[in-house]
């Protein structure tokens, strides 16, 4: 495929992908839809991190938006920077995949930890009486692997948490979808990457 042609595709993908990872994202800091538990500060710290916004979001928008301009605005290959744009292109898609890395990794502990809720810690023999905790991740005796196969997969145990309503089923949705959200920018910002290399050597080649 064309290197310029890439771009134009490999760019809008990236702008829906950043876009999509910002919304995940700040969804993730209103629990059943509501501003009280952002308000009360009883938020994950792995969403107050915000890894959707500026790894998977900001970082890759920045890249998408140059990588889509460059690819429409430069077709042919005529003197208008192309080899230079293709190179600032790589260097953005590198950042790009940085971002995504990073919020790969933080949606995975979010989801591995679970969700921050309101819990009764006496009656599941984490602690004594009700408080605010992330009472799948308490389960010490468990390795990471199993405690999120244990309660993503077992119903019974979402009721534990008391508020915010829902919040097992809100957290896991929304981080698994930034997990497949980031992993698909990784893999577009880096054909991104060796389409920039190719681009510094070639230029966008249309018309070729």
Same mark, same amino acid.
């Given at each position: 495929?064309?290197?310029?042609?890439?771009?134009? /595709?490999?760019?809008?993908?990236?702008?829906?992908?950043?876009?999509?990872?910002?919304?995940?994202? /700040?969804?993730?800091?209103?629990?059943?839809?509501?501003?009280?538990?952002?308000?009360?500060?009883?938020?994950?710290?792995?969403?107050?991190?915000?890894?959707?916004?500026?790894?998977?979001?900001?970082?890759?928008?920045?890249?998408?938006?140059?990588v889509t301009a460059v690819g429409w605005r430069c077709t042919g290959c005529s003197d208008c920077g192309t080899r230079?744009?293709?190179?600032?292109?790589?260097?953005?898609?590198?950042?790009?995949?940085?971002?995504?890395?990073?919020?790969?990794?933080?949606?995975?502990?979010?989801?591995? =930890?679970?969700?921050?809720?309101?819990?009764n810690a006496s009656k599941h023999g984490h602690g004594h009486g009700t408080l605010w905790g992330y009472p799948f991740? =308490?389960?010490? =005796?468990?390795?990471?692997?199993?405690?999120?196969?244990?309660?993503?997969?077992d119903r019974r145990v979402w009721s534990i948490c008391l508020e915010p309503k829902g919040a097992v089923v809100w957290?896991? /949705?929304?981080?698994?979808?930034?997990?497949?959200?980031?992993?698909?920018?990784?893999?577009?910002?880096?054909?991104?990457?060796?389409?920039?290399?190719?681009?510094?050597?070639?230029?966008?080649?249309?018309?070729?």
């Open positions: 495929m064309c290197v310029g042609k890439c771009s134009r /595709i490999v760019g809008p993908c990236l702008l829906v992908l950043g876009t999509l990872s910002m919304a995940a994202n /700040i969804l993730l800091l209103f629990p059943s839809g509501t501003w009280k538990y952002l308000v009360e500060g009883h938020i994950s710290k792995h969403t107050k991190v915000l890894p959707g916004v500026w790894g998977g979001g900001i970082m890759v928008l920045l890249a998408a938006t140059h230079h744009n293709a190179f600032i292109s790589a260097v953005l898609s590198k950042l790009a995949v940085l971002g995504a890395a990073a919020c790969f990794v933080f949606s995975g502990l979010g989801l591995t =930890d679970g969700p921050l809720c309101f819990y991740r =308490d389960a010490s =005796d468990q390795e990471p692997e199993a405690r999120v196969e244990n309660y993503l997969f957290n896991g /949705i929304l981080f698994f979808l930034l997990l497949l959200i980031s992993a698909a920018e990784m893999v577009l910002a880096s054909l991104q990457v060796l389409n920039g290399c190719l681009g510094c050597l070639c230029g966008y080649c249309e018309g070729k």
